[in-house]
């Protein structure tokens, strides 16, 4: 739970639109980057954004990310609309992936994206329902240096 907003921004995402997919964790990254927020952090964080956003670009209809800064955490929401995900345990296998040969093309479908942003998460949760949608929530720390840094 954030105590206090220090800062917080939404950004609309559209699905099936390549064209702008990525822009997203773009412009975030680059606010981060303003805010003054550690390269590890905002390291981390743009790898999850980026596949948490072309996730719904690929496979949902719309959606937004939310992102939220406060004292201790970072905190990302992104939830849409769309055809959600019948299995989640499955969804989360490393290698798992439904992308056509559409986007195999386009070089996505390795099956990575939803492991990479749970182990770049220090907390991480994805709820779905088929039919309606999808909603990540995910937090990178402030205040606990990430486990690769501990020693
Ligand atoms: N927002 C979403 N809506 C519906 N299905 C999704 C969503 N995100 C992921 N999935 C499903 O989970 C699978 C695994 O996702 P991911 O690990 O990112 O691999 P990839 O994107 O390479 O397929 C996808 O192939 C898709 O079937
Ligand atoms: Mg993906």
Do not use: C
Not at 90 to 99: D, F, H, I, L, V
Not at 109 to 125: S, V
Not at 135 to 146: D, F
């Amino acid at each position: 739970m954030q105590d206090e907003v220090l800062y917080r921004e939404s950004f609309p995402i559209l699905g099936n639109d390549y064209e702008h997919g990525g822009e997203v964790a773009t412009k975030v990254k680059s606010i981060l980057k303003e805010l003054g927020i550690s390269s590890t952090i905002i390291r981390r964080l743009s790898i999850a954004n980026f596949e948490a956003e072309m996730n719904l670009v690929m496979y949902a209809d719309e959606g937004r990310l939310e992102f939220t800064v406060g004292p201790r955490e970072i905190e990302v929401i992104v939830a849409d609309r769309g055809k959600g995900i019948p299995d989640i345990e499955q969804a989360m296998q490393e290698g798992y992936s439904t992308a056509t040969a559409e986007m195999r093309a386009r070089g996505f479908g390795a099956g990575m994206g939803l492991p990479n942003i749970k182990r770049n998460a220090d907390r991480f949760d994805i709820t779905s329902t088929p039919g309606i949608g999808t909603t990540l929530r995910y937090a990178v720390s402030l205040t606990m240096p990430a486990a690769s840094e501990t020693q």
